[in-house]
């Protein structure tokens, strides 16, 4: 009986610790990233979260937001560096261009959603969504997180 | 033991990049001795659906070709349109075009100036010029309703009017902006570090710049005194006073120079505009509501305008249809970026993000 | 002096001016001599039953400018003897439009990746047939038309 309360302890210190320190990873492909570097500067603080540096490499990151469209050409990269990061990972896809396709949905060099290449946890629309949305959408993912609701 | 060539790729992601740029870099040692760049990772298309919808419609895919800088974008196309179809614009509304577009002239070197030093490794510069900026987007935000992508230039005019309070934040934005911009600049200028890396890197001579097309501040920088404002006026810059600042090493340091005192240049125009704004229309009544109207044209047009990268124009072909028969956009950082192979070469590989963050390449316009 | 075909303007008052395929080369090397030296950029427009190329020139001396254009079925000579900048304009005219350039050093694509099928800006370009993209081992890009095979 003692045995599983001290494992049921640490498993929720686990999910609550791993949901409030997410550590994104830089990969910024078109305009929303502009709007992901303004929720980085000093006016929508993105660091009070947990989120505090972004980091460059794959190797060293839980969470990754694709900020663009997602064109043909760049798509097996996507898939590449998805598949460098190490579990437990995380995708948000930022704007109208990752999600669905974005006004560029009838061309013929353009990937309809980031769902295609990657499995994602929230969804966030907007064309660019403000700064507040973004923040909004990582609250969603940490209240899912410990929860226990999210897909690897 | 013989040298051996060694080549390292900077792929399409990388930190130190603006955008999605790859690098095939050939090294000898620590020389480059040749870099050839890839692109095509954000090819979305923008030509071929701009004709297959209306006149109006194609103005959402020329925001998002320089995505920093919008209004510029908006300001080209709509100003080939208006002199394919003979559109006459109210002078209010040419005053507040200008206006607009020179704000966000400032906005754009502002996110270069943060990111510029990002990849140098300060991270105090990103901060200070991403908070002063917000000043500007908040100035957009009551003006069109929207931070980065606006929709704001229409055919006849401009969507909405001027308010009193967005002036009184553009008075009081003015007040302490040269101020903050000496701080900013001081944090690059009083750094050893930096000034030692970015002398003597990254040259470019006259006749490279003639022969590759280059213009805008990296033209202006090698020498050069060329400014579409000024050698083919277009809106009202014929009845204000400013200057067109010039350098003459062509390194990085004289483009840093260079886009420095642009900055103050905008800021003297816009406050010199704000108060000659004549009262009246804002938008062409006979075209209130531009996207329902079945606009029909014929001819070519070509308006060149400056954009803070270089020259921007639209060259439209119509054939007697409402929808164009070819959109044609001269994006500035295309020729500019073609020239890395004679800028990088001979160089150590610990200048390449220096020479190529002196570029200032926006993705969404190389590749359309 | 090369005899030009026809002239006509836009309608801000840029001058047009036609010029026969094998006039073109020694006609844009007289332009350049007489103070055309920036060459702004190079396009293509299909026109169904032929392709036009357009280059437009400016003076960076007098401020004039000129748009030259000329007629072909497939091929055009490349000015990058004249200009270094043409490299990469020709290169993207070649990839969206088919139009090729003699002499050229390097005409390969560069906007869509290598082996796709096809010149999209042509007005007969079918849309509704997509084609996939994906990597290869040896890292080069590997297009085909089975939607399993790629993104």
Request: a neutral charge; glycine letters at 8%; one cysteine or more.
């Amino acid at each position: 009986m003692s045995d599983s309360i001290l494992v049921t302890s640490i498993d929720e210190a686990m999910k609550w610790g791993t949901g409030k320190s997410l550590w994104p990873f830089t990969f910024g492909l078109a305009c929303c990233a502009i709007e992901m570097m303004s929720t980085m500067g000093s006016d929508y603080d993105w660091a009070r979260f947990g989120s505090d540096v972004f980091r460059d490499s794959p190797r060293h990151s839980d969470l990754m937001i694709v900020s663009g469209t997602v064109t043909k050409k760049m798509a097996p990269r996507i898939r590449r560096l998805y598949d460098q990061m190490a579990f437990p990972k995380f995708v948000i896809s930022m704007g109208a261009c990752a999600s669905a396709g974005g006004p560029y949905v009838r061309g013929y060099s353009v990937v309809d959603g980031v769902d295609q290449v990657v499995p994602v946890d929230v969804y966030l629309y907007g064309c660019p969504p403000r700064p507040e949305a973004l923040i909004q959408a990582l609250k969603l993912l940490q209240d899912r997180i410990v929860a226990g609701k999210v897909k690897h | 033991m013989e040298d051996k060539i060694v080549e390292v790729n900077f792929g399409p992601q990388h930190p130190s990049t603006h955008g999605v740029l790859r690098i095939k870099v050939k090294l000898d040692g620590e020389i480059i001795v040749d870099a050839q760049p890839v692109i095509g990772y954000l090819h979305r298309n923008a030509e071929k659906l701009s004709e297959m919808g209306g006149y109006p419609k194609g103005m959402i895919y020329m925001d998002r070709l320089d995505y920093v800088a919008a209004l510029n974008m908006e300001l080209g196309y709509v100003m080939s349109v208006e002199q394919l179809m003979d559109v006459q614009v109210p002078e209010r509304a040419l005053w507040i075009r200008m206006m607009m577009v020179e704000l966000n002239r400032i906005a754009s070197h502002l996110i270069w100036l943060g990111t510029h030093g990002l990849d140098m490794g300060m991270l105090t510069p990103f901060f200070y010029c991403f908070s002063e900026r917000e000043k500007i987007l908040r100035i957009f935000d009551e003006i069109t309703g929207s931070r980065l992508l606006y929709n704001y230039f229409a055919v006849g005019g401009v969507y909405s009017d001027i308010t009193p309070k967005s002036v009184e934040m553009i008075k009081e934005w003015y007040g302490n902006f040269y101020k903050r911009l000496e701080e900013i600049q001081s944090i690059f200028a009083k750094s050893y570090i930096y000034v030692q890396r970015t002398k003597n890197v990254g040259k470019l001579s006259a006749e490279d710049v003639l022969s590759y097309g280059i213009t805008g501040p990296m033209q202006r920088a090698s020498g050069m005194k060329r400014d579409v404002r000024k050698d083919n006026p277009y809106l009202f810059y014929d009845k204000i006073n400013f200057d067109v600042p010039t350098r003459g090493e062509g390194d990085v340091y004289a483009r840093f120079l260079v886009r420095i005192e642009e900055m103050r240049q905008s800021a003297s125009i816009v406050n010199q505009v704000v108060g000659k704004i004549p009262q009246g229309d804002f938008y062409n009544k006979k075209y209130s509501k531009p996207m329902l109207v079945r606009l029909k044209a014929t001819g070519e047009s070509y308006v060149p305008t400056e954009s803070p990268k270089g020259e921007f124009g639209v060259h439209l072909i119509g054939d007697g249809s409402s929808i164009p028969y070819r959109v044609r956009i001269r994006s500035p950082s295309f020729a500019n970026l073609s020239s890395i192979p004679t800028m990088l070469k001979g160089y150590k590989i610990a200048d390449l993000t220096a020479s190529v963050s002196s570029i200032d390449p926006v993705f969404g316009e190389v590749d359309r | 002096m090369i005899p030009v075909e026809s002239e006509s303007s836009t309608k801000n008052g840029i001058k047009i001016v036609y010029v026969a395929k094998e006039n073109l080369l020694a006609f844009l090397t007289e332009k350049k001599e007489q103070g055309f030296d920036t060459l702004l950029m190079i396009t293509g427009v299909d026109y169904r039953d032929h392709l036009e190329v357009l280059y437009h020139l400016l003076s960076s001396k007098t401020n004039e400018r000129l748009i030259v254009k000329t007629k072909t079925n497939e091929e055009v000579e490349s000015v990058t003897s004249l200009w270094k900048g043409a490299n990469w304009h020709e290169r993207e005219a070649w990839d969206l439009l088919g139009i090729k350039f003699l002499n050229h050093p390097n005409l390969t694509r560069i906007l869509l990746p290598e082996g796709w099928v096809g010149h999209p800006l042509r007005k007969d370009y079918p849309m509704d047939k997509k084609q996939y993209v994906n990597l290869a081992d040896d890292g080069k890009d590997r297009v085909s038309f089975e939607k399993s095979e790629g993104y």
